[in-house]
Protein backbone atom coordinates (compact mmCIF):
# COMPACT_ATOMS: atom_id res chain seq x y z
CA UNK A 1 0.00 0.00 0.00
CA UNK A 2 1.67 3.40 -0.72
CA UNK A 3 2.50 5.59 1.77
CA UNK A 4 1.12 8.75 0.27
CA UNK A 5 -2.64 6.62 -0.30
CA UNK A 6 -5.45 6.42 1.91
CA UNK A 7 -6.31 3.05 3.14
CA UNK A 8 -8.71 0.71 1.02
CA UNK A 9 -12.65 1.12 1.29
CA UNK A 10 -12.57 -2.19 3.04
CA UNK A 11 -10.05 -1.29 5.43
CA UNK A 12 -11.63 1.98 6.62
CA UNK A 13 -14.91 0.53 7.50
CA UNK A 14 -12.99 -1.74 9.42
CA UNK A 15 -11.35 1.07 10.90
CA UNK A 16 -15.17 2.79 11.14
CA UNK A 17 -16.84 -0.13 12.85
CA UNK A 18 -13.62 -0.70 15.20
CA UNK A 19 -13.88 2.55 16.54
CA UNK A 20 -17.45 2.49 17.18
CA UNK A 21 -16.90 -0.29 19.13
CA UNK A 22 -14.89 1.05 21.25
CA UNK A 23 -16.19 4.11 21.53
CA UNK A 24 -19.63 2.50 23.00
CA UNK A 25 -17.23 -0.01 24.89
CA UNK A 26 -15.17 3.00 26.87
CA UNK A 27 -18.25 4.87 27.37
CA UNK A 28 -20.16 1.68 29.07
CA UNK A 29 -16.76 0.83 31.23
CA UNK A 30 -15.94 4.62 32.02
CA UNK A 31 -19.55 5.86 33.08
CA UNK A 32 -19.34 2.21 35.67
CA UNK A 33 -16.25 3.65 37.26
CA UNK A 34 -16.45 4.41 41.01
CA UNK A 35 -14.57 7.99 40.46
CA UNK A 36 -16.58 10.91 42.00
CA UNK A 37 -14.23 13.74 40.92
CA UNK A 38 -11.44 14.97 38.86
CA UNK A 39 -8.29 14.93 40.72
CA UNK A 40 -5.08 16.57 41.91
CA UNK A 41 -3.14 17.43 37.96
CA UNK A 42 -6.76 16.94 35.62
CA UNK A 43 -7.99 19.07 38.08
CA UNK A 44 -5.26 21.90 37.66
CA UNK A 45 -5.92 21.85 34.07
CA UNK A 46 -9.31 22.35 34.37
CA UNK A 47 -9.31 25.22 37.28
CA UNK A 48 -6.68 26.56 34.53
CA UNK A 49 -9.60 27.21 32.31
CA UNK A 50 -10.90 29.95 34.91
CA UNK A 51 -7.75 32.20 33.83
CA UNK A 52 -9.18 33.14 30.89
CA UNK A 53 -12.36 34.26 32.08
CA UNK A 54 -12.34 35.89 35.64
CA UNK A 55 -9.67 38.53 35.27
CA UNK A 56 -12.09 40.76 32.84
CA UNK A 57 -15.13 38.58 33.07
CA UNK A 58 -15.04 38.07 29.67
CA UNK A 59 -13.27 35.76 27.71
CA UNK A 60 -9.67 36.67 26.73
CA UNK A 61 -7.43 34.33 25.59
CA UNK A 62 -4.34 36.52 26.58
CA UNK A 63 -5.18 36.51 30.33
CA UNK A 64 -3.77 33.05 30.68
CA UNK A 65 -0.65 33.06 33.23
CA UNK A 66 0.54 29.62 34.23
CA UNK A 67 4.56 29.74 33.54
CA UNK A 68 4.29 25.98 34.26
CA UNK A 69 1.51 24.69 31.74
CA UNK A 70 0.87 25.60 28.43
CA UNK A 71 -2.81 27.28 27.19
CA UNK A 72 -3.79 24.70 24.76
CA UNK A 73 -5.54 22.20 26.97
CA UNK A 74 -6.81 24.67 29.50
CA UNK A 75 -8.57 26.28 26.58
CA UNK A 76 -10.25 23.02 24.68
CA UNK A 77 -11.17 22.41 28.09
CA UNK A 78 -13.06 26.05 28.32
CA UNK A 79 -16.28 25.17 26.51
CA UNK A 80 -16.65 21.94 28.80
CA UNK A 81 -16.23 23.75 32.02
CA UNK A 82 -18.99 26.48 30.75
CA UNK A 83 -21.22 23.64 29.40
CA UNK A 84 -20.92 22.03 33.05
CA UNK A 85 -21.46 25.66 34.49
CA UNK A 86 -24.87 26.16 32.95
CA UNK A 87 -25.98 22.60 32.83
CA UNK A 88 -24.68 21.82 36.27
CA UNK A 89 -23.58 18.59 35.26
CA UNK A 90 -20.65 16.97 36.72
CA UNK A 91 -17.18 17.94 35.06
CA UNK A 92 -16.48 14.25 35.06
CA UNK A 93 -19.00 13.66 32.65
CA UNK A 94 -17.82 15.42 30.07
CA UNK A 95 -14.72 14.72 31.07
CA UNK A 96 -15.66 11.00 30.39
CA UNK A 97 -17.23 11.71 27.33
CA UNK A 98 -14.42 13.54 25.51
CA UNK A 99 -12.16 10.32 27.24
CA UNK A 100 -13.93 7.24 25.39
CA UNK A 101 -13.58 9.59 21.75
CA UNK A 102 -10.08 9.60 22.46
CA UNK A 103 -9.50 6.51 23.31
CA UNK A 104 -10.89 5.27 20.34
CA UNK A 105 -9.43 7.26 17.73
CA UNK A 106 -6.30 6.63 19.61
CA UNK A 107 -6.38 2.70 19.79
CA UNK A 108 -9.17 2.52 16.43
CA UNK A 109 -7.65 4.30 14.11
CA UNK A 110 -4.86 6.64 14.64
CA UNK A 111 -2.55 4.07 16.16
CA UNK A 112 -3.45 1.05 13.71
CA UNK A 113 -3.14 3.32 10.52
CA UNK A 114 0.41 5.09 11.64
CA UNK A 115 2.29 1.52 11.99
CA UNK A 116 0.28 0.37 9.18
CA UNK A 117 2.18 3.85 7.25
CA UNK A 118 5.21 3.23 8.80
CA UNK A 119 5.78 -0.44 8.34
CA UNK A 120 3.66 -1.22 5.24
CA UNK A 121 2.89 -4.76 4.41
CA UNK A 122 -1.02 -6.57 4.27
CA UNK A 123 -3.86 -4.62 5.53
CA UNK A 124 -4.52 -5.55 9.50
CA UNK A 125 -7.07 -8.17 10.35
CA UNK A 126 -9.48 -6.61 12.41
CA UNK A 127 -8.63 -9.56 15.12
CA UNK A 128 -5.01 -7.79 15.13
CA UNK A 129 -6.87 -4.52 15.68
CA UNK A 130 -9.10 -5.47 18.37
CA UNK A 131 -6.00 -7.43 20.28
CA UNK A 132 -4.08 -3.59 19.94
CA UNK A 133 -6.84 -1.92 21.40
CA UNK A 134 -7.37 -4.20 23.80
CA UNK A 135 -4.08 -4.33 25.24
CA UNK A 136 -4.80 -0.58 25.71
CA UNK A 137 -7.85 -0.87 27.08
CA UNK A 138 -6.54 -3.80 30.10
CA UNK A 139 -3.36 -1.68 31.17
CA UNK A 140 -4.79 2.24 30.58
CA UNK A 141 -8.54 1.64 30.67
CA UNK A 142 -9.34 4.91 33.48
CA UNK A 143 -6.60 7.08 32.26
CA UNK A 144 -9.95 8.21 30.12
CA UNK A 145 -11.91 9.61 33.07
CA UNK A 146 -9.74 12.25 33.19
CA UNK A 147 -8.51 15.28 31.27
CA UNK A 148 -4.97 14.60 31.24
CA UNK A 149 -1.98 15.98 28.49
CA UNK A 150 -0.63 12.45 28.35
CA UNK A 151 -2.65 10.19 25.43
CA UNK A 152 -4.02 13.69 24.19
CA UNK A 153 -0.56 15.09 23.51
CA UNK A 154 0.29 12.01 21.73
CA UNK A 155 -2.74 11.30 20.21
CA UNK A 156 -1.98 14.83 18.66
CA UNK A 157 1.73 13.92 18.07
CA UNK A 158 0.51 10.87 16.33
CA UNK A 159 -1.89 12.50 13.83
CA UNK A 160 0.72 14.74 12.57
CA UNK A 161 3.02 12.01 11.70
CA UNK A 162 0.10 10.16 9.91
CA UNK A 163 -0.48 13.43 7.79
CA UNK A 164 3.17 13.49 6.78
CA UNK A 165 3.58 10.19 5.97
CA UNK A 166 0.21 9.80 4.06
CA UNK A 167 -0.17 13.12 2.55
CA UNK A 168 3.45 14.01 1.41
CA UNK A 169 4.31 17.36 0.83
CA UNK A 170 0.66 18.59 0.41
CA UNK A 171 0.72 22.50 1.71
CA UNK A 172 -2.88 22.18 3.49
CA UNK A 173 -2.54 18.86 5.35
CA UNK A 174 1.11 19.71 6.42
CA UNK A 175 -0.48 23.12 7.56
CA UNK A 176 -2.61 20.85 9.98
CA UNK A 177 0.24 18.58 10.88
CA UNK A 178 2.34 21.51 12.02
CA UNK A 179 -0.44 22.64 14.07
CA UNK A 180 -1.46 19.43 15.45
CA UNK A 181 2.64 18.87 16.28
CA UNK A 182 2.95 21.96 17.88
CA UNK A 183 -0.38 20.99 20.11
CA UNK A 184 1.27 18.26 21.41
CA UNK A 185 3.91 20.37 21.95
CA UNK A 186 2.29 22.91 23.94
CA UNK A 187 0.24 20.04 26.23
CA UNK A 188 3.79 18.29 26.84
CA UNK A 189 6.92 19.93 25.48
CA UNK A 190 9.01 16.78 26.17
CA UNK A 191 7.67 16.33 22.27
CA UNK A 192 9.88 19.86 21.03
CA UNK A 193 12.42 17.30 19.69
CA UNK A 194 9.68 15.50 17.19
CA UNK A 195 8.98 18.49 15.41
CA UNK A 196 12.22 18.71 13.48
CA UNK A 197 12.12 15.00 13.00
CA UNK A 198 8.50 14.60 12.00
CA UNK A 199 10.33 17.84 9.16
CA UNK A 200 13.20 15.16 8.22
CA UNK A 201 10.96 11.86 7.72
CA UNK A 202 8.36 14.05 5.09
CA UNK A 203 11.54 15.18 3.42
CA UNK A 204 13.44 12.06 3.57
CA UNK A 205 9.94 9.74 2.19
CA UNK A 206 9.14 12.42 -0.37
CA UNK A 207 12.67 13.50 -2.03
CA UNK A 208 12.03 10.94 -4.48
CA UNK A 209 8.70 11.38 -5.69
CA UNK A 210 8.08 15.57 -5.56
CA UNK A 211 10.32 18.20 -6.42
CA UNK A 212 12.11 20.25 -4.04
CA UNK A 213 10.08 23.34 -4.49
CA UNK A 214 7.23 21.72 -3.67
CA UNK A 215 9.03 20.38 -0.75
CA UNK A 216 10.12 23.49 0.50
CA UNK A 217 6.37 25.01 0.55
CA UNK A 218 5.61 21.66 2.73
CA UNK A 219 8.24 22.78 4.97
CA UNK A 220 6.79 26.24 5.15
CA UNK A 221 3.43 25.28 5.47
CA UNK A 222 4.25 22.65 8.29
CA UNK A 223 6.22 25.40 9.92
CA UNK A 224 3.26 28.31 9.59
CA UNK A 225 1.13 25.61 11.19
CA UNK A 226 3.39 25.35 14.14
CA UNK A 227 3.43 28.97 14.60
CA UNK A 228 -0.29 29.18 14.47
CA UNK A 229 -0.46 27.25 17.83
CA UNK A 230 2.48 28.92 19.01
CA UNK A 231 1.40 32.44 18.89
CA UNK A 232 -0.70 32.90 21.30
CA UNK A 233 1.87 31.23 23.37
CA UNK A 234 4.36 33.71 22.85
CA UNK A 235 2.16 36.70 23.34
CA UNK A 236 0.99 35.16 26.38
CA UNK A 237 4.93 34.29 27.63
CA UNK A 238 5.84 37.72 25.83
CA UNK A 239 2.89 39.70 28.22
CA UNK A 240 3.52 38.42 31.37
CA UNK A 241 6.67 37.26 32.01
CA UNK A 242 8.94 39.26 29.08
CA UNK A 243 10.10 35.84 27.55
CA UNK A 244 10.25 35.66 23.33
CA UNK A 245 9.37 31.99 23.11
CA UNK A 246 6.29 30.07 21.87
CA UNK A 247 7.25 27.00 24.17
CA UNK A 248 5.94 26.85 27.34
CA UNK A 249 8.34 27.98 29.85
CA UNK A 250 7.86 25.05 32.48
CA UNK A 251 8.70 27.68 35.29
CA UNK A 252 7.56 25.92 38.93
CA UNK A 253 7.58 29.79 40.31
CA UNK A 254 7.83 32.80 38.02
CA UNK A 255 9.10 35.02 41.05
CA UNK A 256 12.15 32.59 40.97
CA UNK A 257 12.54 31.16 37.26
CA UNK A 258 14.01 27.78 37.39
CA UNK A 259 13.21 24.83 34.39
CA UNK A 260 10.68 22.38 35.64
CA UNK A 261 13.28 20.21 33.74
CA UNK A 262 16.03 21.03 36.05
CA UNK A 263 13.86 20.37 39.88
CA UNK A 264 13.20 17.05 38.00
CA UNK A 265 16.50 15.90 37.45
CA UNK A 266 17.03 16.43 41.04
CA UNK A 267 13.59 14.62 42.12
CA UNK A 268 14.93 12.25 39.79
CA UNK A 269 18.15 11.45 42.03
CA UNK A 270 16.27 10.87 45.07
CA UNK A 271 13.02 9.15 43.43
CA UNK A 272 13.06 6.22 41.70
CA UNK A 273 9.12 6.45 40.71
CA UNK A 274 6.50 8.50 41.34
CA UNK A 275 2.68 7.47 41.81
CA UNK A 276 -0.13 9.29 42.72
CA UNK A 277 -3.02 7.93 44.99
CA UNK A 278 -6.66 8.91 46.23
CA UNK A 279 -6.05 6.64 48.97
CA UNK A 280 -8.29 7.91 52.06
CA UNK A 281 -6.36 5.39 54.43
CA UNK A 282 -2.73 6.88 53.16
CA UNK A 283 -0.93 9.82 54.65
CA UNK A 284 0.01 11.61 51.35
CA UNK A 285 -1.41 11.32 47.92
CA UNK A 286 2.17 11.38 46.82
CA UNK A 287 3.19 8.11 46.92
CA UNK A 288 7.61 8.05 46.31
CA UNK A 289 10.01 5.12 46.27
CA UNK A 290 13.18 6.39 47.37
CA UNK A 291 17.06 5.95 45.69
CA UNK A 292 18.95 5.78 48.98
CA UNK A 293 21.94 6.03 46.49
CA UNK A 294 20.43 9.17 44.89
CA UNK A 295 20.14 10.50 48.26
CA UNK A 296 23.33 9.71 49.26
CA UNK A 297 24.90 11.37 46.03
CA UNK A 298 22.85 14.09 46.70
CA UNK A 299 24.41 14.87 49.77
CA UNK A 300 27.70 14.37 48.55
CA UNK A 301 27.37 17.02 45.42
CA UNK A 302 24.87 19.52 48.40
CA UNK A 303 21.80 19.23 45.17
CA UNK A 304 18.86 20.11 47.32
CA UNK A 305 15.56 18.55 46.70
CA UNK A 306 13.49 21.41 47.38
CA UNK A 307 15.74 23.70 45.00
CA UNK A 308 16.64 21.59 42.78
CA UNK A 309 19.93 21.85 40.34
CA UNK A 310 21.84 25.15 39.85
CA UNK A 311 22.45 24.54 36.67
CA UNK A 312 22.69 21.39 33.80
CA UNK A 313 26.81 21.46 34.43
CA UNK A 314 26.04 20.56 38.27
CA UNK A 315 23.92 17.58 36.92
CA UNK A 316 27.13 16.39 34.64
CA UNK A 317 29.10 16.91 37.23
CA UNK A 318 27.15 14.81 39.59
CA UNK A 319 27.43 11.96 36.94
CA UNK A 320 31.18 12.45 36.33
CA UNK A 321 31.77 11.66 39.58
CA UNK A 322 29.53 9.03 40.32
CA UNK A 323 29.39 7.33 36.67
CA UNK A 324 28.42 3.83 37.72
CA UNK A 325 26.05 4.73 40.61
CA UNK A 326 24.21 6.82 37.73
CA UNK A 327 23.65 4.17 35.59
CA UNK A 328 22.41 1.96 37.90
CA UNK A 329 20.02 4.32 39.14
CA UNK A 330 18.81 5.17 35.75
CA UNK A 331 18.96 1.42 35.14
CA UNK A 332 16.15 1.26 38.41
CA UNK A 333 14.35 4.18 36.86
CA UNK A 334 13.95 2.21 33.26
CA UNK A 335 12.92 -0.74 34.99
CA UNK A 336 10.14 1.14 37.25
CA UNK A 337 8.79 2.90 34.23
CA UNK A 338 7.92 -0.15 32.81
CA UNK A 339 6.46 -1.69 35.94
CA UNK A 340 2.74 -0.93 35.58
CA UNK A 341 0.46 -1.79 38.92
CA UNK A 342 -2.63 0.50 37.80
CA UNK A 343 -4.73 1.25 35.24
CA UNK A 344 -5.20 4.48 36.64
CA UNK A 345 -3.31 7.78 37.00
CA UNK A 346 -5.22 7.60 40.45
CA UNK A 347 -4.55 4.45 42.50
CA UNK A 348 -7.97 4.19 44.88
CA UNK A 349 -5.49 1.93 47.34
CA UNK A 350 -2.31 1.82 47.73
CA UNK A 351 -2.00 -1.34 49.27
CA UNK A 352 -3.87 -3.31 47.29
CA UNK A 353 -3.29 -6.52 45.23
CA UNK A 354 -1.35 -5.52 41.80
CA UNK A 355 0.06 -8.55 41.20
CA UNK A 356 -2.16 -9.96 38.86
CA UNK A 357 -1.84 -6.56 36.23
CA UNK A 358 2.01 -6.81 37.24
CA UNK A 359 2.62 -10.84 36.17
CA UNK A 360 -0.02 -9.26 32.42
CA UNK A 361 2.75 -6.61 31.84
CA UNK A 362 5.57 -8.89 32.07
CA UNK A 363 4.37 -11.16 29.89
CA UNK A 364 3.48 -8.97 26.97
CA UNK A 365 7.06 -7.16 27.42
CA UNK A 366 8.30 -10.31 27.48
CA UNK A 367 6.10 -11.76 24.49
CA UNK A 368 7.41 -8.66 22.72
CA UNK A 369 10.84 -8.83 23.53
CA UNK A 370 10.05 -12.96 21.99
CA UNK A 371 9.00 -11.37 18.42
CA UNK A 372 11.78 -8.45 17.89
CA UNK A 373 14.15 -11.79 18.52
CA UNK A 374 12.35 -13.48 16.36
CA UNK A 375 12.48 -10.64 13.23
CA UNK A 376 15.52 -9.67 14.39
CA UNK A 377 17.51 -10.37 11.02
CA UNK A 378 15.11 -7.58 9.74
CA UNK A 379 16.95 -4.09 9.91
CA UNK A 380 14.62 -1.07 10.11
CA UNK A 381 14.34 1.85 7.15
CA UNK A 382 15.85 4.68 7.48
CA UNK A 383 11.95 6.25 7.53
CA UNK A 384 11.05 4.04 10.10
CA UNK A 385 13.99 4.82 12.44
CA UNK A 386 13.08 8.65 12.25
CA UNK A 387 9.49 7.25 12.68
CA UNK A 388 10.58 4.97 15.83
CA UNK A 389 12.22 8.41 17.31
CA UNK A 390 9.76 10.64 16.62
CA UNK A 391 7.31 8.92 18.81
CA UNK A 392 9.81 7.17 21.75
CA UNK A 393 12.52 9.72 21.79
CA UNK A 394 11.50 11.54 24.12
CA UNK A 395 10.55 8.87 26.49
CA UNK A 396 14.27 8.82 27.00
CA UNK A 397 14.29 12.46 28.29
CA UNK A 398 11.80 10.78 31.37
CA UNK A 399 14.34 8.32 32.79
CA UNK A 400 16.44 11.03 35.03
CA UNK A 401 13.07 11.81 36.31
CA UNK A 402 10.80 10.79 39.17
CA UNK A 403 9.89 8.54 36.75
CA UNK A 404 6.16 7.90 36.45
CA UNK A 405 4.42 4.66 34.19
CA UNK A 406 2.30 6.93 31.73
CA UNK A 407 6.04 8.82 30.99
CA UNK A 408 6.49 6.05 28.98
CA UNK A 409 3.21 5.03 27.16
CA UNK A 410 4.48 6.03 23.89
CA UNK A 411 6.68 2.70 24.58
CA UNK A 412 4.04 0.81 25.85
CA UNK A 413 1.75 1.23 23.05
CA UNK A 414 4.69 0.64 20.37
CA UNK A 415 5.84 -2.81 22.57
CA UNK A 416 1.45 -3.49 22.28
CA UNK A 417 1.63 -2.85 18.72
CA UNK A 418 4.62 -5.29 18.17
CA UNK A 419 2.91 -8.14 19.55
CA UNK A 420 -0.44 -7.70 18.50
CA UNK A 421 0.38 -6.46 14.50
CA UNK A 422 4.27 -8.47 13.98
CA UNK A 423 2.93 -11.92 15.98
CA UNK A 424 3.78 -14.83 14.04
CA UNK A 425 0.91 -17.11 12.47
CA UNK A 426 3.06 -20.09 12.93
CA UNK A 427 3.41 -19.03 16.94
CA UNK A 428 3.09 -22.44 18.05
CA UNK A 429 5.70 -23.96 15.93
CA UNK A 430 8.08 -21.03 16.63
CA UNK A 431 7.52 -20.24 20.69
CA UNK A 432 5.95 -23.25 22.64
CA UNK A 433 9.50 -24.88 23.46
CA UNK A 434 10.76 -25.32 26.50
CA UNK A 435 13.72 -23.01 26.72
CA UNK A 436 10.91 -20.19 26.02
CA UNK A 437 8.76 -21.17 28.80
CA UNK A 438 12.37 -21.30 31.06
CA UNK A 439 12.78 -18.18 29.66
CA UNK A 440 9.79 -16.55 30.66
CA UNK A 441 9.63 -17.85 34.19
CA UNK A 442 13.06 -16.46 35.14
CA UNK A 443 12.19 -12.93 33.21
CA UNK A 444 8.69 -12.88 35.50
CA UNK A 445 10.75 -13.98 38.36
CA UNK A 446 13.41 -11.84 37.60
CA UNK A 447 10.51 -8.40 37.23
CA UNK A 448 8.97 -9.75 40.44
CA UNK A 449 12.20 -9.42 42.82
CA UNK A 450 13.52 -5.72 41.23
CA UNK A 451 9.75 -4.54 41.49
CA UNK A 452 9.83 -6.19 45.14
CA UNK A 453 12.92 -3.83 45.81
CA UNK A 454 11.55 -0.82 44.42
CA UNK A 455 8.41 -1.52 46.64
CA UNK A 456 10.53 -2.06 49.72
CA UNK A 457 11.61 1.54 49.68
CA UNK A 458 8.08 3.15 49.36
CA UNK A 459 7.38 6.16 51.99
CA UNK A 460 5.54 5.43 54.58
CA UNK A 461 6.21 1.78 53.24
CA UNK A 462 7.45 -0.89 52.65
CA UNK A 463 4.88 -2.50 50.52
CA UNK A 464 4.28 -6.23 49.52
CA UNK A 465 4.20 -7.45 46.42
CA UNK A 466 0.89 -9.28 47.28
CA UNK A 467 -0.68 -7.10 50.50
Not at 327 to 342: E, Q, V
Not at 392 to 412: H, K, N, Q, Y
Request: charged share 15%; glycine share 6%; hydrophobic share 50%.
Amino acid sequence: MSLFAPPGASDAATVRRLALVLLLGYLLYLFSTAYQAIYFDSNIYWELTGRFYYETKRFNLLSFDSSIRGYLLPLLLFPLRAASYVSHIEPLTFSRVVGAGLAALLFGWIGPSLWQAVVGGQLLSWRRRLAFAGLGFLFWRDYFNFPLSDFLSLTLLLAALLLVLRRGPRPGWLLLAGALCMAAVNMRPVYVGSAGLLLIAGSWLARRRYSWPLIGRGVAAFLLGMALVGAPQLAINVRHFGQWTPLVLAWKNPAKPQSLYLSQLAWGLAVQKYETTIDPAYPDPRVMYVDPIGQRIMDQEHISYVYGLRDFGHYFTAVRHYPADMLALYARHTFNGFDLKYATPYAPRVHGSTLPLSVLNYTVLFAAALVLLHRRHRRLTPLQWLALLVVVGPCALSIPTAVECRFFIPVFLLLYAVVCFLWPRDWRTVFLRWPVAAAYVVFVLGCLVLSANTLWHMTNGPRLLWP
